[in-house]
């Protein structure tokens, strides 16, 4: 059985702005690791949504097993989606992206507090690294 708190993210991932707001702090931060960016409160989510969205119109998050308490928790994930855009001087149209990392979070009533996503730079890398055929 899945988590409430994933399934809202699953939801929130597929396009749906508000709904991954409405699982944060005002407060919060989101951090990767991998790309070595932080993120705070609300507007910043907002730019990691646009960002993302912008880069891949098709993004998804498909979620593993939660490992979650009320106080903090982690869960594996893999996103994909079809690269548009430039990456390392190489254009994209639709090139398919997929990537597995970890969220590890902390809550702060019942909502996430700080969000660390930790995944391997160099498997984008690798898949960017020419156009799709």
């Known amino acids: ?3 409430p708190l994933i399934e809202k993210l699953t939801k929130a991932w597929a396009g749906d702005e508000q709904l991954l707001i409405d ?8 951090e990767d690791k991998a790309f070595g960016i932080v993120h705070k409160g609300h507007q910043g989510l907002r730019e990691v949504f646009a960002f993302t969205f912008g880069m891949m119109p098709d993004f998804r998050v498909d979620y593993g ?17 079809s690269f548009q855009g430039e990456y390392d001087g190489v254009k994209h ?3 398919p992206v997929r990537i597995e990392g970890v969220s590890f979070m902390t809550f ?4 996430i507090l700080t969000n660390t996503d930790y995944w391997n730079v160099r498997t984008i890398e690798e ?3 020419s156009p799709a055929g």
């Open 108 to 111: 702060r009533d019942g909502k």
């Open 23 to 30: 699982q944060y702090t005002e407060d919060c931060t989101f």
């Open 127 to 129: 898949q960017l690294a």
């Open 93 to 95: 149209s639709g090139t």
């Open 65 to 81: 097993e939660p490992a979650l308490t009320a106080d903090n928790g982690a869960v594996q994930w893999t996103f994909t989606g």
């Open 1 to 3: 059985m899945t988590h």
